[in-house]
């Protein structure tokens, strides 16, 4: 019987650059941007980072839980601004209220979901391929209703007459309320989101048999399998938690902006993969964790934000965010699988 | 033409602490079929992948032709002669191509190939590289739409283009039909008698018998017998093989219980012979036979994998026929399946997660997992079984092979069950963690019907009240484990014994 056991008390310098260099990393950002970037430091840019990092963040938990299962969902950016198409058509074409639009969004986003699996797991389509096709199906479908324009108070329908109805206020509340924290109207509604969210997707992973079983079925899906896991119940299931979300995001994309705008979102899908993916690096994980996705979203808003407030300019920003994944990824791959 | 190809002296190979060959010599004469017989883990595919260029050996030489030999990749192996046929057949051919440009692929791979296809001399070449072995194939026809035999032909006749001097030929049945191994046989008597050196590795007995002019037998990393006169000792050789140097455990066989499961007339193929089976309480059965005879597909029947073609199943009186994992685990059936690595272990997972994976509905409040209960179980089956470890939370990767199994055989411990079914339960285990698993595994066995499959008759012999033997997908022979007739016992393994032992077999399905 060999004994040649990685010894966990004594770790070796690699061990611990694989499992806090990525914080040490986000801790230095922090202390240089304060230091170099005046204003950086105050609440009101810290509450700007959460708020700019919000919805991709959400949108990041949900590709987290599809990636767990060893899956994949390109969908999510069209989910979300389907959500948002959505809700303006309902709520100013239909003329329905707040809840209406929301609760509309949310089954559209879990009915997404649903057939994504359906796809992968019953049609056996590469998952890759399934949400792409999904993709672009949705891109498509959101247009349709209003032959491609974008939905506000007042435009003129396909039948000639004028929507009458408008955004309702407790809706746009979800984007432009603020709670009181210490300072008044300092927490946006999408940020209290985003950690509620972050809070349960990282708990439901990490304490639940669920998402210990959706682990495993990542791991090993047919050691999971015979183990008398049901497996194509939890990953439909997995595609169904990314596409509430999307649509969750695609509602505060929605309060935000306050009209359906057909331009919108375009960057929603890269920006959360590689939040998702850098999430990888974070304190050694080396696989989708809620926490680390969390962590990856606001790392590439604390970039983002501190590099802006020393004047880089903004056609910058996809550089700094690809550099960023790779060197993630490189922590995480090369790093991680010398052990 | 006569003369000895290939000539293998001292060869020597070690993986970590492993030593798994240990100094093989072995002709491979030309112009004759050599089957290399031996059971998981002697050391055949090892010995196969030195020769074919995937390994490097640690000691000894191979020589071809009387040349020290030593190809360091797949591709220079090929270029001197020797061409292997893989057990898995797609890793023989490109689906997505035409029989013609699979029939070139090693042309077209070629560097020094002219850039331009010209298809019709492709389909020219490929014709001819066909017609040499009297293959009739539709040139245009995608290899994605052949049956798995003809593919196999396709790779076959693809290696035969290099004109090699040595084919071998790894399990190439396995996955063929009756009919569709009776072609593969037809082409590998022409390719004898075109002068080729075969090395055939195989299990079935019915294909050794078909083809083998000579038998040699591997075992632990050595080779333990040649059989090289008409008539061969098939019996002699399987004997070799499984090598039942009499274990020093000593087996009190239980009475059995209540009777648990009963088999009527289950049949494992729908042309197979019936299968009649009754599992009692406090009872460890050992079913034994060589590999593909049937053992796993009868383990994936009682364990909602597979269907049965016929018959039925009672479990404890009632109807039983899960139709998956989660269905036989509810309703009292364990697996603990073969092959940890694929079917077992979950890599990512430490000790704790891999053992409490299938009861975490039971060990979990309102979703959300019980630590508590959780380690509770994990620590007990850490120490009844003795894992080697420094807690619940070591990553299954760290632990050598035997603890890594132990933890497997302790899940299933770890709850109560009707039935419990391991399946290859010794693989890639050093002997005391063998011991340990053994003892564990009858000393719980009061409250359940155990049964165990194995290849191998030694283990069989360690661990069982009863021993069943399995050949062509039904059971031969039925043995209580004392004052056991081994010889009989490989008789039945070999399949010499189908015929005179029908009557012993209506005498176990009355049991």
Known sequence: MSETRVNTKTMSLTDYAIRYGFVALLVGLVVYFSIAAEGFASPYSAVFIFQSVAITGILALGVTATLVVDGFDLSIGAVATSALMLSAYVMVVLEQSALVAVVACLLMGALVGLINGFLIVQMRVPDLLATLGMMFLLIGLQRIPTEGRSIATGMSLPDGSTAQGSFSPEFLALGRHRFDFFIDNLIPVSVVFLIVIAIGIWLFLEYTRYGRVMYAIGSNQRAASLAGVPVKKYKIIAYMISGVLASMGGILLAARLGRGDIASGNNLLLDSVAAALIGFAVLGAAKPNAFGTAIGALFVGILLQGLTMMNAPYYTQDFVKGGVLVVALMFTFALSNRR | ?511
């Open chain 2, 1 to 511: 033409m006569a003369g000895i190809p290939i000539k293998i002296r001292g060869l020597e190979k070690r993986f970590a602490a492993n030593r798994v060959l240990r100094g093989v010599d072995l002709d491979i004469p030309a112009g004759k079929v050599t089957v290399l017989m031996g059971a998981n883990g002697a050391g055949k595919s090892t010995l196969v992948k030195i020769i074919c260029g995937l390994y490097e050996a640690d000691a000894g030489e191979v020589f071809l032709n009387d040349e020290p030999f030593a190809p360091n990749t797949p591709s220079a192996a090929l270029q001197a002669g020797i061409v292997t046929v893989h057990q898995n057949i797609n890793d023989g051919v490109v689906p997505d191509l035409d029989v013609a440009s699979n029939l070139m692929l090693d042309w077209l791979a070629n560097p020094k190939s002219a850039p331009l296809l010209n298809p019709r001399r492709i389909r020219k070449s490929a014709e001819e590289i066909a017609a040499k072995l009297d293959l009739n194939f539709d040139m245009n026809s995608m290899v994605s739409d052949l049956t798995l035999a003809d593919r196999q032909l396709v790779a076959i006749a693809r290696a035969m283009a290099h004109s090699p001097k040595m084919m071998i030929l790894d399990e190439p049945t396995s996955s063929l039909s009756a009919a569709e191994a009776e072609r593969l046989f037809r082409l590998v008597e022409k390719l004898r008698e075109s002068g080729v050196a075969i090395l055939y590795i195989s299990h079935r007995m019915s294909d050794i018998r078909r083809v083998a002019d000579r038998i040699v037998s591997m075992r632990d990393g050595t080779i333990v017998g040649k059989y090289e006169t008409a008539p061969l000792d098939y019996e002699g050789a399987v004997n070799d093989m499984l090598g039942h140097t009499m274990t020093d455990v000593n087996i009190t066989v239980q009475a059995p219980g209540e009777k648990v499961l009963e088999l009527t007339d289950v049949k494992l193929k729908p042309e197979s012979q019936p299968i009649n089976l009754t599992a009692h309480r406090n009872e460890v059965i050992a079913i034994t036979g060589l590999v593909g005879v049937g053992k796993t597909q009868l383990s994936e029947v009682l364990f909602g994998q597979m269907a049965a073609a016929g018959g039925k199943v009672q479990l404890n009186g009632k109807p039983y026929a899960p139709n998956s994992a989660r269905d036989a685990i509810n309703q009292g059936v364990f697996l603990c399946a073969k092959d940890r690595g694929t079917n077992g272990v979950v890599q990512d997972f430490d000790i704790n997660r891999n053992i409490t994976l299938p009861f975490l509905s039971s060990l979990s409040s309102f979703g959300f997992v019980r630590r508590n209960a959780e380690y509770k179980i994990t620590n007990a089956a850490i120490d009844k079984l003795g894992i080697v470890c420094q807690g619940a939370n070591d990553e299954i990767g760290t632990l050598s092979g035997g603890n890594q199994q132990k933890v497997m055989v302790g899940r299933w411990l770890s709850h109560e069950c009707d039935v419990l079914i391991l399946d290859e339960p010794f693989q890639g285990v050093d002997i005391a963690a063998r011991r340990d698993i053994g003892t564990k595994l009858r000393e719980t066995a009061k409250d359940r019907a155990t049964i165990v499959l194995v290849a191998e008759l030694d283990e069989a012999l360690e661990i069982a009240d009863r021993i069943l033997v399995m050949a062509e997908f039904t059971i031969v022979g039925e043995h209580k484990n004392e004052h056991v007739d081994v010889d009989l016992i490989l008789e039945q393994v070999s399949g010499a014994a189908a015929a005179k032992d029908q009557q012993k077999q209506k005498e176990g399905a009355a049991r």
